[in-house]
C-alpha cells in the first residue's frame, strides 16, 4: 500500500492501525503521530498488544519497508488478515505526505 493511500485512509476516518517496525534509536530521529511502536524483533512476544480483532487495518512501517513486509507476513501467519506494508517505508511518507518529518 502507498504512503498516500495509507494518508487517504486516515483523512477518510477509516480506523487503522500504523504500526511501525523500526528501532528505538530510529524513532527519536522520525516519527508518524499516533503509530504503536513495536520493534521487529519484539514482535513474536508482543503481538498481542496490537488488536484483538484479527480483521483489523493494520499497516507496517520501517524505514525503506523491507523489515515491515516481513512484520505484514509475520503477522499473516498470525491471522492478521488485513496487515499490510506501507511501500518505501516512512522514507516516502516524508517525500510524499510529510516534508517535516526527517529522512534517514
Not at 480506523?15 to 519484539?42: F, Q, T, W
Request: with cysteine; charged share 25%; proline share 6%.
Amino acid at each position: 500500500i502507498s504512503p498516500i493511500q495509507v494518508k487517504e485512509m486516515m483523512d477518510s476516518g477509516e480506523e487503522i492501525i500504523l504500526l511501525d517496525v523500526r528501532e528505538p534509536a530510529e524513532l527519536e530521529i522520525a516519527r508518524i503521530k499516533g503509530a504503536l511502536h513495536i520493534p521487529m524483533n519484539e514482535m513474536s512476544e508482543r503481538y498481542q498488544e496490537i488488536s484483538d480483532n484479527p480483521t483489523a487495518n493494520i499497516v507496517c512501517i520501517c524505514h525503506h519497508g523491507i523489515r515491515s513486509e516481513m512484520v505484514m507476513h509475520q503477522l499473516w501467519g498470525l491471522g492478521y488478515q488485513n496487515a499490510k506494508n506501507m511501500a518505501g517505508g516512512i522514507d516516502a511518507w516524508s517525500v510524499e505526505i510529510d516534508p517535516k518529518i526527517p529522512r534517514y
